[in-house]
């Protein structure tokens, strides 16, 4: 799986948009790129993954850019719940693959 | 929602005890995994299995058994608890690909076992 690289940490106000950036530069062409959370204590909760195409769903919006060497996960009207480390993995569209994490964003919502 | 439970959230035990780590499903899923987690060391997987009566060892399966009766049902088994076997222990179930589609892993709360 290729190897991403992540800000070790980000601050975002309750309300405003958080733009969470990941370079996945060595991706290749089969591989998806997946975002989960973790929020202190508990497992990893899965929130999108896509392969070229932008795309959304309840919890945020992930935009993956034309040459898919980087990506961005927003979270629109980030909450103090939000807190969490997030995780961007790339990974290739294998039956059971495992999840391999590296160490992640720290976002930290703030009143 | 996919709903992965595991039945205990902290777990204290004594060296040489066997511990029982069970993980439930309720979304049909073909494929349960064991991981553990440690600070600076990431996730790791102990065990995963495809399907009933189906296991594969993963990276680090060395102290650790599991058992897959029913579909639903994922169970880790640690057959004399050591200090070095204390972490947070993350069960998944995904379901199974077709069509080249990637599956996504959805993870239950976790056991932070402690062994003494």
């Known amino acids: 799986d290729a190897k991403t690289t992540q800000p070790p940490s980000m601050d975002c106000a309750e309300g405003r948009a958080a733009n969470l950036p990941c370079n996945h530069s060595?991706?290749?062409?089969?591989?998806?790129v997946y975002w989960y959370r973790q929020i202190h204590s508990q497992g990893p909760q899965y929130i999108i993954h896509?392969?070229?195409n932008n795309e959304t769903n309840e919890m945020a919006s992930l935009i993956i850019t034309e040459d898919r060497k980087s990506s961005t996960l927003i979270l629109p009207h980030a909450t103090l719940r939000d807190t969490a480390v997030y995780y961007c993995?790339?990974?290739?569209?294998?039956?059971?693959?495992?999840?391999?994490f590296g160490k992640g964003t720290m976002l930290l919502v703030s009143p | 929602d996919v709903k992965v439970t595991q039945s205990s959230r902290y777990l204290v035990k004594r060296t040489g005890e066997k511990v029982f780590l069970e993980c439930v499903q309720d979304m049909d899923h073909e494929n349960m995994f064991w991981y553990r987690q440690d600070p600076g060391l990431g996730l790791r997987l102990i065990y995963f299995?495809?399907?009933?009566?189906?296991?594969e060892k993963g990276d680090i399966p060395e102290g650790y058994s599991v058992s897959r009766e029913k579909k639903e049902r994922f169970s880790l088994i640690l057959e004399s608890a050591s200090t070095n076997q204390t972490s947070m222990y993350l069960c998944a179930s995904s379901p199974r690909t077709s069509g080249g589609l990637t599956d996504t892993q959805y993870f239950g709360p976790g056991t932070r076992l402690t062994v003494l």
């Open positions: 896509g392969l070229k």
């Open positions: 993995i790339v990974r290739v569209a294998l039956g059971y693959s495992t999840l391999t």
């Open positions: 060595t991706i290749s062409g089969n591989e998806y």
């Open positions: 299995s495809y399907d009933v009566k189906m296991k």
